[in-house]
């Protein structure tokens, strides 16, 4: 499919979805975000893709929605478009991992975007923020919520009160990304890490995705029973049988998604 914000590009398994609206600092607007949706949807479908990179550029992954396309909507045409609702969904019920790669800007909706993949690479010049406050609103997909879970109350409150933003160090510091890597080797490092989970199995990452996802949706008790249940269920796969026997045998195990 021919795409007009974004760049798709499928190489080595890995399938690198960059947004490109240059001039607004790819805000995120409906073209965008349905683009965003059919991409991952075929790279979900397609058995080359075992990862997927969401990045953007230099300067901004995302500087938020579209201001422009936002300021003269009704509380009407929110609600009965249920705003954002069926893209956001459409990031989080991918099931083959995401890396968001983020250098400059990832504020409002950008962050929360960065936080629905599955983990956040920054380079050294990134900065989040939720300064939707200076709006005259508030986050609306995730800003209040997820990163509340990920980097605690007191910095949730202060990001969204004062609109402030955080560098790359305070977010790996506080637990909102994963890795800082200089700016220059951003989209190695993605790569790289993408390229080592394509090597396993797809159940498997798959799993993972579901078992830490469910994490933040259920109590400790019933996370470990899902975790442990999945465990188990992990022996009825080939990959299993090869990954054990490969350690044994002391070579690299082939896994096949069987
Ligand atoms: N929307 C639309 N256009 C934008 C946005 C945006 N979010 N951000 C930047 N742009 C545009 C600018 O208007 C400008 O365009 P133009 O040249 O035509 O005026 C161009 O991008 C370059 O921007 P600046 O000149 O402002 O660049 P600076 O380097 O001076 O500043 C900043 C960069 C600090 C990032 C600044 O652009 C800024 O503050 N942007 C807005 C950040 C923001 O407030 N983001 C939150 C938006 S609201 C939101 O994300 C809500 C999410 C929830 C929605 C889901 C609901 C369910």
């Known amino acids: 499919m021919a795409y007009e914000t974004i760049i798709v590009e499928v190489e080595d398994h890995v399938a690198t979805i960059k947004l490109n609206r240059p001039d607004a600092l ?4 409906t073209q965008l975000l349905g683009e965003l949706t059919a991409a991952l949807a075929e790279a979900d479908e397609n058995d080359k893709v075992r990862c997927i990179i969401i990045t953007g550029s230099a300067k901004a ?15 009407v045409d929110m ?3 249920d705003f954002f609702g069926k893209e956001g969904n459409a990031v989080i019920k991918t099931r083959k991992p995401i890396i968001a790669a983020v250098a400059g800007y990832a504020l409002g909706g950008g962050c929360e975007l ?3 993949c599955d983990f956040i690479i920054a380079a050294d010049t990134a900065k989040f923020g939720q300064p939707e406050i200076n709006l005259g609103v508030i986050a609306g997909i995730g800003g209040s919520q997820r990163l509340t879970r990920f980097i605690g109350k007191s910095k949730a409150m202060d990001m969204n009160l004062t609109g402030r933003f955080m560098d790359a160090e305070e977010a790996e510091r506080s637990g909102l990304v994963s890795r800082v890597v ?5 989209m190695e490092e993605a790569k790289g890490a993408a390229e080592k989970i394509a090597e396993k199995s797809m159940i498997s990452a798959m799993a993972v995705k579901e078992a830490v ?4 949706e259920t109590t400790l008790s019933e996370g470990l029973l899902y975790e442990r249940r999945l465990f188990h269920a992990l022996f009825a796969t080939e990959d299993q049988k090869e990954g054990m026997a490969a350690f044994m045998e002391k070579r690299t195990p082939q896994f ?3």
Do not use: H, V
């Open 61 to 75: 992954f995302a500087a938020g929605a579209d201001i422009k396309e936002m300021s003269e909507k009704s509380y």
């Open 182 to 186: 200089p700016a220059k080797s951003l």
């Open 256 to 258: 096949r998604d069987r």
């Open 213 to 216: 996802n469910r994490s933040y």
């Open 26 to 29: 790819n805000a995120l607007n």
């Open 114 to 116: 960065a936080m629905m």
């Open 79 to 81: 609600f009965m478009s």
